[in-house]
């Protein structure tokens, strides 16, 4: 526990100006951002007495070791600066909103020749118009089903599309009338781009100009005797008219707002959002957040404001936003606001009418959503709570394990060996600081030898960025045994080329939270004793020893601890094996994941590949002019110089490489023992299975190995 008085700045350092601060703990890791109207009045409240601060307040500064700032012109800038900083540095102390859940939305991609209608999640695209959020994927593929009758946009994949274009066939929709299949000349694009736009209009509350227009068609349909139009179009005005009711009318017409809510006890908030477009409900979601320092609600309303529009522009800013308390100070968000939308925002507080009715049933919403997520989070802080206890009792530790680190090793048959490193920290993932590695010290299959090397990378990148970083006592550095100060991989977990870089390089000083300068207190490797031995090993050569080992065998689950002949056998009703198990699991997932990668992209290398400086593009352009491979490697420089882009240098570069690269084998049909020569040369040897489609050799099936 640091205290405050020790990087406490002189008060005539720091500036009377607006700015963001950052406050920092003993590793260098961004811990808390906030901003002020005056830098010095407002840090000035963080080294009072700290008896008179808020108990998370002064959690805060007894963690943190150090205190810097930023100062800016105005306040507008220093709101967008510290969203900016939150969002890179994902401080432990700040306001955090989670969603309670993940929503969808129907999305229509303006960014393609031919927009399409569906359902999205997760973040948001350019060049893309977004309806919603929904509660459910099944009300927004209901409401398309409708819509569909009178603006038949497209709503297949893209394979279905190039499929359909490349037979001449359309789609079911395409034959029931709810797609214009653009696919096979149907429409052109022009006219399709156009549907899409009445389409997005629509959706945005532009209801009655379609309505209009339809009915008057179809009364001039019926004056002309066209009963049947007439009917069809009586029955899209229906189609249209059961698609508004899925939205009521809250608001008059026109109005665009969202309205936002808040329920919030002394640790916990809960904010509601409803999204109101053309006086309806277009859209409902909800977070929900510790309080981790002393805050007001205006204060929550300003970070839900800043999680809510800062990824937006335009229209997606409404003119109107409702709240149950102001920011102070006002003028800077509102300013703010109108900057993301282009014209003013208006924000406020409703006071009567049908705007303070819709208010309180979101505030409702809000306080539903308190209560139902501190029913469900008792159960899970209590159920992990447990799990960590039962663990530090298993393996002797002094405490609960609050940081654990598993490993894992992957590989098939010796090929792409590979190893993932997982974070669980208070039984959660945290997925932001998994690792993934190459195991590059030797050749071939060895479990043991490969956790080894992962751990002394991961262990001696820990050593280096202590050091760098100051934090040795007297005497206490370690000399690893190779005198390399460097784990061989880059922050995102890829090669960096030969150890020994020095850690300077390996990172910056910006405290960003993806790093391998925070020690876990268990490190957990998915095996038995050897694998455990090798991990002990490692950390015993770097001098580390206040860091806890153990390995989870799969066979029987048993608990592996170092130097020990016999397991420690949890109970299978255990929550800390539950976890272990989760643990383990997560290692394997990830290591899987990035070991079939490695494996995808070796069986898709071709001898192109191998020639220096030659791109996607360029790749694309000679296999396009000779047809395979193979007849690039017969052609000659002058004949490699036609394909446009290649000038003569790299026709001989091409084709030294394709001199010394081995011509692959042919494929060979296994049912009947036929040669296929005429496959083109762009992955290793390969056979054929029964089918007669081409396998690569050593692809992963049923009767060839098994991934580890």
């Known amino acids: 526990m640091a205290d405050p008085s020790s990087y406490r700045p002189r008060p005539g350092d720091i500036p009377d100006s607006p700015g963001v601060y950052r406050f920092r703990d003993e590793h260098r890791r961004v811990i808390y951002v906030g901003k002020a109207k005056s830098l010095r009045q407002r840090l000035a409240n963080y080294f009072q007495d700290l008896a008179g601060l808020h108990p998370r ?53 303006m960014n393609e020749e031919f927009p399409r ?46 499929n359909a274009a490349r037979t001449g066939r359309p789609c079911l929709l395409g034959y029931i009338g709810k797609c214009s299949a653009p696919c096979v000349g149907r429409i052109s694009a022009e006219d399709h781009r156009e549907l899409a736009e009445e389409f997005s209009d629509f959706m945005a509350g532009r209801t009655g100009t379609y309505l209009r227009r339809l009915q008057q068609r179809m009364t001039e349909a019926a004056e002309e005797m066209e009963y049947e139009r007439a009917a069809r179009l009586r029955d899209d005005i229906g189609a249209l008219k059961k698609a508004m009711e ?27 959002i409803f999204h109101v477009r053309g ?45 149950p308390a102001l920011p102070d100070p006002l003028e800077p968000v509102q300013q703010w606001l109108t900057d993301r939308r282009g014209s003013g925002v208006s924000l406020r507080i409703p006071q009567r009418g049908d705007k303070k009715a819709l208010m309180e049933t979101v505030q409702r919403n809000a306080l539903q959503s308190l209560a139902l997520h501190k029913t469900r989070r008792a159960s899970d802080l209590t159920t992990r709570s447990r799990a960590l206890e039962e663990i530090a009792d298993a393996l002797g530790l002094d405490s609960a394990p609050l940081r654990i680190e598993c490993y894992d090793i992957s590989h098939l048959q010796g090929d792409d060996v590979v190893a993932s490193m997982v974070v669980f920290e208070d039984g959660l993932q945290r997925k932001g600081e998994y690792r993934r ?92 004793q050897p694998q455990v031995a090798a991990a002990r090993r490692a950390l015993d050569e770097l001098g580390i020893d206040d860091i806890a080992v153990c390995g989870l065998a799969k066979r029987l689950e048993e608990v592996w601890l170092p130097g020990d002949d016999d397991p420690v056998v949890l109970p299978r009703s255990s929550e800390g094996l539950y976890l272990l198990q989760r643990v383990r699991d997560e290692a394997h997932r990830f290591a899987i994941t990035y070991q079939r990668t490695k494996r995808a992209k070796r069986f898709r290398a071709g001898p192109l590949d191998e020639v220096p400086g030659l791109g996607e593009t360029r790749k694309r352009a000679l296999l396009k002019h000779f047809g395979s491979v193979k007849r690039l490697r017969s052609a000659t420089i002058d004949q490699i110089c036609e394909v446009p882009g290649i000038g003569r240098k790299t026709a001989e570069t091409i084709a030294l490489a394709l001199a010394r690269a081995a011509p692959a084998a042919p494929a060979v049909n296994t049912a009947t023992g036929e040669i296929m020569e005429d496959v083109e040369e762009t992955a290793p040897a390969a056979t054929a299975d029964a089918a007669g489609e081409p396998v690569p050799a050593g692809a992963p099936d049923d009767r060839r190995g098994q991934e580890t």
């Open 57 to 109: 307040t002064r959690t805060m500064v007894t963690t943190a070791a150090s205190v810097e700032w930023t100062v800016v012109s105005t306040e507008v800038e220093a709101l967008q600066l510290e969203y900016s900083w939150i969002k890179e540095y994902d401080p432990r102390f700040n306001v955090k909103y989670r969603d309670d859940k993940s929503y969808p939305y129907l999305a229509v991609t």
């Open 117 to 162: 209608v569906q359902v999205m999640r997760g973040h948001k695209k350019k060049g893309v118009r977004y309806f919603g959020p929904y509660g459910h994927a099944w009300a927004i593929r209901d409401t398309v089903d409708l819509l569909l009758r009178v603006f038949p946009v497209r709503t297949c994949s893209a394979g279905v599309f190039k």
């Open 246 to 272: 899925k939205s009521a009318v809250v608001l008059a017409d026109a109005t665009d707002a969202d309205l936002i809510a808040v329920a919030e006890d002394e640790l916990e908030a809960a904010v509601q």
């Open 279 to 323: 006086g309806r409900v277009r859209g409902q979601r909800g977070w929900v957040t510790d309080k981790v320092e002393e805050i007001t609600t205006g204060a929550l309303v300003e970070h839900a404001l800043q999680q809510l529009y800062g990824e937006e522009r335009g229209d997606a800013v409404p003119k109107e936003v409702l709240v």
């Open 437 to 528: 590695f190459q195991i590059k010290g030797f050749e071939g299959q060895d479990d043991v030898r490969s956790m080894h090397e992962v751990i002394s990378r991961r262990f001696r990148r820990y050593l280096a960025e202590k050091e760098r970083t100051g934090e040795w006592a007297d005497g206490e550095q370690p000399a690893p045994a190779d005198g390399t100060a460097s784990d061989g991989i880059t922050p995102d977990g890829s090669p960096d080329g030969a150890p020994g870089a020095p850690a300077a390089a390996l990172t910056e000083d910006d405290g960003r939270p993806k790093r391998f300068a925070y020690p876990p207190q268990l490190v957990v490797v998915d095996g038995g």
